[in-house]
Every structure is written in structure tokens, then in C-alpha cells.
């Protein structure tokens, strides 16, 4: 969303000239990372989640996320990993603490779940398997070969 309002505002807004730029970043996103497992990551990063200005309120972030925690039980009970989301967005218990508050800026997002999300055991241990994948950049370097 970023880059493409970027591109936006490199344009002057002038609609024609940044549509198709656009649309190539638009179409990027949605063929490779419109999924429900970056959706969840994207939730359970606390940089996101605790930044008003840059967290996205769409309803399919939710339900990515919803759709990661049904596929991921694995024996946990549902109505408690949803209880846990509850204080993790709502910033309970120790998220809510100031230092855990600052700290989403300068520590990485699993390292963040290791130090803070004892409150939330079951929504740690999945956030730590999200956040700490490391991604590939192929699509990256496709994109920039398109560019």
C-alpha cells in the first residue's frame, strides 16, 4: 500500500500517468502475496498492530488470520487462541506495558513474541512460527525485472 501510494504521489496524483504502475504492483501483490499466511503475519506483527497509521483495518486481514488459526489448532482450543487475540490487539495484561509498547520498534517481530507474549502462550507459539519464516526474494527480483 505503501509503494503504491508512493508511486501515487510521484505522479502528482495525475490519474492516468500512475494507473499502470499501479496496477503492475497491484497485480504482483495479489498473485503472490494476497494469502491468508501473510495476512496472519501481518496481524501478528506488533510494528503493525500497535500502529494506528499503518495497520489496515480490512476485514480480510481477520479473516486470513482466522483461517490461519483454524488450519494451525492442533489440539488448541479455538475459543482460547481468539481470547488471546482479544488482549494482544486490546493490548492486555503485559502488552500493554510501555516498554512492550516501544520495544515493536526496535526488536524483530518473533523476537518480540519470545520476550512479551507470555500472557498469550498459544498465540505465541504461532506468531514465533509466522514471524520468524524467512522469505524468499524471487518474487522480488521478477518484479524488478518488470520495472
Given at each position: 500500500?505503501?509503494a503504491?501510494?508512493?508511486?501515487?504521489?510521484?505522479?502528482?496524483?495525475?490519474?492516468?500517468l500512475?494507473?499502470?504502475?499501479?496496477?503492475i504492483?497491484?497485480?504482483?501483490?495479489?498473485?503472490?502475496?494476497?494469502?491468508?499466511?501473510?495476512?496472519?503475519?501481518?496481524?501478528?506483527?506488533?510494528?503493525?498492530?500497535?500502529?494506528?497509521?499503518?495497520?489496515?483495518?480490512?476485514?480480510?486481514?481477520?479473516?486470513?488470520?482466522?483461517?490461519?488459526?483454524?488450519?494451525?489448532l492442533?489440539?488448541?482450543?479455538?475459543?482460547?487462541?481468539?481470547?488471546?487475540?482479544?488482549?494482544?490487539?486490546?493490548?492486555?495484561?503485559?502488552?500493554?506495558?510501555?516498554?512492550?509498547?516501544?520495544?515493536?520498534?526496535?526488536?524483530?517481530?518473533?523476537?518480540?513474541?519470545?520476550?512479551?507474549?507470555?500472557?498469550?502462550?498459544?498465540?505465541?507459539?504461532?506468531?514465533?512460527?509466522?514471524?520468524?519464516?524467512t522469505?524468499?526474494?524471487?518474487?522480488?527480483?521478477?518484479?524488478?525485472?518488470?520495472?
Amino acid at each position: 500500500y505503501r509503494a503504491r501510494k508512493t508511486i501515487k504521489e510521484i505522479f502528482r496524483n495525475k490519474k492516468r500517468l500512475y494507473k499502470p504502475y499501479n496496477r503492475i504492483v497491484k497485480d504482483r501483490w495479489d498473485n503472490q502475496l494476497r494469502k491468508s499466511i501473510h495476512a496472519a503475519a501481518y496481524w501478528l506483527n506488533p510494528a503493525f498492530q500497535y500502529s494506528q497509521s499503518n495497520f489496515s483495518q480490512k476485514p480480510e486481514v481477520m479473516a486470513g488470520l482466522l483461517d490461519v488459526i483454524d488450519s494451525k489448532l492442533g489440539g488448541i482450543s479455538s475459543s482460547r487462541l481468539v481470547e488471546e487475540t482479544r488482549i494482544f490487539r486490546d493490548c492486555e495484561k503485559g502488552f500493554g506495558r510501555q516498554l512492550t509498547l516501544t520495544s515493536v520498534k526496535t526488536t524483530h517481530p518473533d523476537e518480540w513474541w519470545r520476550i512479551f507474549g507470555h500472557d498469550c502462550p498459544n498465540l505465541r507459539k504461532l506468531a514465533i512460527k509466522l514471524l520468524s519464516q524467512t522469505a524468499s526474494s524471487s518474487g522480488c527480483e521478477r518484479n524488478w525485472s518488470v520495472f
